[in-house]
């Protein structure tokens, strides 16, 4: 990739983040992968208007932990962390195990709605716009994303200025910049989640055949991002 060409992207991006930040209040959830600290950059230096926040599920890799420490220290930042209610996680380890996600899909997902998906809603709530990293060729269930659109599940703007950019804008963007990153990247994991969910992918396989491998592809999201949004 070409500098200007990426240079050209940014100067998009900046604009998908101008109005974001026209829909004040906006918050960027971040879940500081590779994508994410492109847009950390972005805001942080130039749209400190939006507030950043971020997930913490409880089961997070260390690598990430020391990222989010590290790129709080690097920007002079505040990152808003949202922790799941510890009832609902009690509840969920005494009825199904500490790893009972692992024991069927809709456990899994009973653990994602309490420890992603509760705090994602009080991170959003009050908010009129969201800002995600996500790319359309990161997975099939993201192909038809858009830019911006209404999110119509959380009830605001979503704006994904990233939709656009290719795996390759991501470290170009990184490397020539030197923003900090996840070091799991450099061992295999072109997409992070919680530890016990993630692993490292062989070359050429899909980049989110890490996430929840023992599941089907077709449905390997964790409600994040459901596609109930209006462009
Ligand atoms: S990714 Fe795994 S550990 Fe994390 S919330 Fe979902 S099921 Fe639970």
């Not at 609902?88 to 005494?94: L, N, T």
């Not at 900090?180 to 994991?189: E, I, K, S, V, W």
Request: net charge positive; proline share 5%; glycine share 6%.
């Amino acid at each position: 990739m070409h500098a200007p060409a990426v240079d050209a992207k940014v100067d998009q991006v900046r604009k998908r983040l101008d109005a974001a930040r026209n829909h004040a209040p906006a918050v960027f959830a971040s879940s500081f992968g590779a994508e994410d600290m492109v847009l950390f950059d972005l805001i942080a230096r130039e749209f400190r208007e939006i507030e950043i926040a971020t997930l913490d599920t409880g089961r997070l890799p260390p690598e990430t932990y020391d990222l989010i420490q590290q790129a709080t220290t690097a920007y002079r930042c505040k990152v808003r962390i949202y922790s799941p209610r510890h009832e609902a996680v009690e509840s969920f380890v005494r009825i199904n195990g500490i790893n009972g996600f692992y024991d069927s899909t809709a456990q899994r997902k009973d653990c994602c709605e309490v420890r992603k998906l509760e705090p994602l809603k009080r991170a959003l709530a009050g908010k009129r716009a969201w800002v995600t990293g996500l790319r359309r060729d990161q997975a099939v269930t993201r192909q038809q994303l858009d830019e911006v659109a209404f999110d119509t599940t959380q009830g605001l703007y979503k704006f994904s200025p990233l939709a656009q950019w290719t795996e390759e804008d991501v470290w170009h963007y990184i490397r020539s910049r030197g923003v900090p990153y996840n070091a799991l990247h450099d061992r295999g994991y072109p997409s992070i989640g919680c530890a016990p969910c993630t692993r490292a992918v062989q070359p050429g396989e899909d980049i989110r055949a890490g996430r929840w491998w023992w599941e089907s592809s077709a449905g390997k999201e964790c409600g994040l991002h459901p596609q109930g949004v209006k462009a």
